[in-house]
Structures are given as C-alpha cells and as structure tokens.
C-alpha cells in the first residue's frame, strides 16, 4: 500500500449539509489543510433508516473519497457514526485501505470527560439513539453519570430546510425537552451535527446554567491530535487551504442551502456532483 501523503485532504462526509458544522470548525482550527466534502444530499435523511442500509451508504461515501486519496475519513455524521463505524472500518481494512476513521460519537462523549457531569441529556436521531452508543460510551467512561436519550427526527429536516431560526425550530426543541425541564441535567450532549445551528433556539428553552457540548468543535480538535499522532499534519503555512464540496444530488441546490445554512460561511462554494455508487 502507497504511503499517505501528508499533503492530501482531509475527507469528511456526511448524510446532507450538516457535516458542514464540522467543515466550519476544521477551517477555523486547521485553515492551512486541504478538505474535501461530500454530502450524500440525495440519500438524505439517514436518521431513520436501518443500519444495514446506513452502513451500506457509509460506506459507499468512504469509498469516494478514498477514489479522491483522502489522507483521513471524517464521519461528520452521528448516525453513522452511531451504527455503522466498525463495519466500514472492516470493510475498508479488508479492502487494503489503512487511512485512519474518526466518528463524532467518540469524539463528542470525550469532550464531557473532563467535565465530569452528573447528568447529560443526549439528543440525536431515532438511529442515533436506538443504537445506544453515546448511552455505553459515556457508561464506559464515567459509570456515575445518569444519561437521558431523546430522539429528536424532526430536528435534522428543520435545520437542513434552513429553518434553524425559525419559531418551527423553538416549538419543535420545546416538544422534545419538555421531559427535561423538571429536573434538567447539567450538561446537554448534541449528538447530530445539524444541531449546532439549533443552540441559540435550544438556549431559549434550557436553563443558561447547563453546558452545551457541539461535537463539532470536539472531532475538530480531535482530528489536529490524530493528524500530529499519525506525522500526518500539513505543514502549517500561511496559504487558506483547498475547499472542494461534493454532492450526490444537484451541486447548485446544495450551494444555494449550504449558503442560508452557514449564514455565508465557507461560501463562495464550488460544488461538484458524486453521484451515489
Ligand atoms: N447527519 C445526521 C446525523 O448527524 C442527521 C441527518 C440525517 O438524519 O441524515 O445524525
């Protein structure tokens, strides 16, 4: 197998535009390295649908940015993350890949370690939660913090709509939460990635005392570690990066939402299609 070059992109996929929280926080950590997205836009959502089938997708986005010589795979989607993380380890392993895998669950759940909780609210989607894997994370590491789950599947089509600042956003977060409000937990896990864009409207609706944790921000600090572990970091220079967006539906649908779902962010954005294998 060839050497990874330290020099490639960094690969990061996920169901539609909610990996690009993820993009955001690596342009704001690592502004010099090379990223390439893919967003399965055309699959989207996962959140609802088996883990055979979300495997399967996981899979096939890995393998396409693998065609693109990605030096890392960044799974910027909870869902997959959740419930599909070992089978495309193994299939890429047994296919000769060796490029490391990272998934935001584990990177999410470490972000809380030093915190040391006492009770966490994880939200996700209907998969996420039903995989029960933030649930025996978090038990593994901290085996005295109680954790309440909350599926949240409308939450994801709310943000990807760009309707994240929406009063649709507040009634739909006060649904959900309402079962925490009596006796709110200290710290509230988002384990979606479209959520990040909700915590203004989540604000409005929790206690200010209770700590939010984006796993955005923690798999970007997460991936600057694994990339120094690994001699794979780019040396740092003061050229931006190399930005390159693929979409498994229209490019110009997805440039066009992408723009109302990062507020401008990471735009102008030239996107190429990648249909789905
Ligand atoms: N990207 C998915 C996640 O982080 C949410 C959207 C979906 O259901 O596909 O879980």
Redesign the pocket.
């Known amino acids: 197998m060839n050497k990874i070059s330290k020099t490639a992109p960094i690969g990061v996929f ?3 535009l ?2 690009l929280t993820v993009v955001a926080a690596l342009d704001a950590l690592l502004p010099h390295e090379d990223i390439i997205y893919l967003g399965d836009t055309a699959r ?5 649908k088996s883990p055979e089938t979300v495997g399967r997708f996981g899979l096939e986005n890995a393998l396409a940015l693998l065609e693109r010589d990605v030096k890392m795979i960044v799974v910027a ?3 997959v993350s959740a419930t599909a993380l070992p089978f495309i380890q193994s299939e890429l392993e047994a296919r000769g890949f060796r490029v490391p895998i990272l998934g ?1 669950v584990d990177a999410g759940i470490e972000a809380i370690i030093p915190r040391n909780p006492r009770k966490i609210c994880v939200l ?2 209907r998969a ?1 939660i039903a995989s029960g894997a933030y649930e025996r994370g978090i038990r593994a590491k901290l085996p005295d913090t109680e954790t309440i789950s909350i599926p949240c599947p409308i939450l ?1 089509p709310i943000v990807e709509d760009g309707l994240a600042n929406h009063p649709i956003a507040t009634s739909a977060i006060k649904h959900y939460l309402t079962p925490i409000l009596d006796s709110p937990p200290d710290t509230l896990l988002l384990g ?3 959520y990040p864009l909700l915590i203004d409207a989540i604000r409005t609706v929790l206690p200010p005392s209770i700590t939010i944790v984006d796993s955005s921000i923690a798999i970007a600090e997460k991936i600057r570690e694994t990339l120094e572990k690994l001699d794979l970091a780019k040396i740092i220079d003061t050229s931006s990066g190399r930005r390159e967006f693929l979409s498994t539906d229209s490019p110009r649908l997805f440039a066009e939402r992408a723009k109302v779902f990062l507020d401008g962010k990471l735009s102008p954005m030239k996107v190429e299609e990648a249909p789905c294998r």
């Open positions: 996920d169901s539609g909610g990996g989207v959502p996962y959140g609802d989607c909870n869902t935001v996700g989607t996420t994801a979606c990635t479209h």
